[in-house]
């Protein structure tokens, strides 16, 4: 009772705080706030690599539902897709020589069809519904898996086919599927440089597919190009020291934080869509 206080005293605080204090939805453009804005959203990429690579479930849990306290959601797709794409080059990178080719093949496979399918989607579905629905993702697979932190799939090529295909379509839809494949990928009990090596190659195809359908559907405007560099800098330098901590510390005690955080960005999500219909 007295860990789960303290999570929730040092990690939902914080976050609700943050949450609630950027509700813009676009980065303001004045001379005094934009060096400020670059430098919170800098550290909201560089956290949200570091615990995407501790946790296992990719930097997007995170870095979708908090980027759209700084911009539109179609701009937080565009980022997100980037983002990964340079994200896991470095994991590839880092990660090259603990990557299951079997699991990439099965899983990936039907996660890169989906995910342009998902994609698609984002053009005909209003982004409004797309938000609630993440806020909802995200809580219900938070709570399920804090109160089942023992909660795995069956390892059958039927369930890597399935998962990863969900995967890929909650991916191109709502900008993260991360938590499904690593549902999948957990049933494998894979050893932890092994996951996220593994899931790096895997999510690398799903992000540059639909990468390159956000950019021809014009979801990344010219005035959001010189993001990029910042995406850079945090994939490679938020891949290397999550790495390292990876190494170092337990991975279970990790993860669980990660699920509080994933839970008070849901609620924060939820509660913001509530405020906008009332």
Not at 76 to 95: D, E, M, Q, R, W
Not at 144 to 159: D, I, M, Q, R, S
Not at 222 to 247: E, Q, R, T, V, W
Request: charged residues 10%; glycine residues 10%; contains cysteine.
């Amino acid at each position: 009772m007295l860990q789960h206080a303290w999570i929730a005293s040092n990690i939902l605080g914080p976050i609700s705080l943050f949450a609630f204090g950027f509700q813009s939805n676009e980065l303001p453009y004045t001379r005094q706030t934009t060096c400020m804005n670059l430098v919170l959203f800098l550290i909201l990429l560089l956290i949200s690599e570091i615990i995407g690579t501790i946790g296992g479930f990719g930097s997007s849990v995170l870095f979708v539902p908090l980027a759209q306290f700084f911009f539109d959601f179609q701009t937080v797709l565009a980022l997100t897709g980037l983002l990964h794409v340079f994200s896991n080059t470095a994991k590839l990178i880092l990660f090259y020589k603990t990557i299951n080719w079997k699991l990439v093949l099965w899983l990936g496979t039907g996660s890169i069809a989906l995910v342009v399918v998902g994609a698609w989607f984002t053009t005909r579905i209003d982004f409004i519904y797309a938000k609630t629905l993440l806020g909802f993702f995200l809580v219900a697979f938070s709570i399920y898996f804090l109160k089942n932190p023992e909660a795995t799939l069956k390892p059958t090529k039927a369930n890597l086919v399935w998962s990863g295909s969900l995967a890929g379509f909650m991916a191109g839809f709502i900008g993260t599927g991360g938590a499904i494949r690593g549902l999948a990928l957990t049933a494998f009990q894979l050893p932890k440089n092994f996951f996220v090596g593994t899931s790096a190659a895997i999510d690398f195809g799903v992000d540059v597919a639909r990468s390159v359908m956000y950019l021809n559907f014009g979801f990344l405007q010219n005035k959001f190009i010189g993001y990029i560099p910042l995406l850079i800098l945090a994939a490679f330098g938020g891949s290397y020291l999550g790495k390292i901590i990876l190494d170092k510390l337990r991975q279970d005690i990790f993860q669980r934080i990660v699920l509080y955080f994933i839970l008070a960005i849901g609620l924060v999500m939820l509660i913001q869509e509530i405020q906008h219909f009332s």
